[in-house]
């Protein structure tokens, strides 16, 4: 078994339905983490909150963050170069995808995370990038 499906199981992960796996590993009525893991080839479609999320770089390859705000478009990549962590701001569409073979990163969001706040990109493809 391959390091990331040990880490996988270990965790407890499932799958998101933004892609990738998650576990949810601290809730309350103020803020929410989860511990979120890509695969090599897997990505995080472009998706966004109404709240800010905290991304915590933990092991693995980096991973490379893609966010788009009105129309400017950057590419972060967390755990590369001392950038461990970073806020994408609310309504900000982003996605990710791990450089390598895995990205075990983790999410913080306040006020916590319901799946009823994600908004996952599905209209007119052409207005964000594939990454």
């Known amino acids: 078994m391959e390091k990331v499906d040990v880490i996988i199981k270990k965790l407890n992960m499932i799958e998101h339905p933004e892609g990738g796996y998650y576990k949810e590993i601290y809730k309350s009525k103020f803020v929410s983490q989860i511990y979120y893991l890509l695969k ?10 109404g709240k800010n999320e905290i991304l915590h770089f933990y092991e693995g390859s980096p ?5 788009k705000r009105d129309s400017n478009l950057k590419k972060y990549t967390l755990g590369q ?4 962590t970073m806020i994408v701001e609310k309504n900000t569409w982003f996605a990710m995808k791990s450089r390598g073979s895995y990205s075990l990163i983790g999410c913080t969001v306040a006020p916590p995370f319901v799946f009823s706040d994600l908004e996952i990109y599905s209209n007119n493809i052409n207005a964000l990038p594939e990454i």
Request: net charge positive; glycine share 0%.
């Open 81 to 84: 170069n001392m950038l461990y």
């Open 40 to 49: 090599k080839n897997q990505v995080s479609k472009w998706h966004r909150l």
């Open 63 to 67: 991973i490379e963050v893609y966010t």
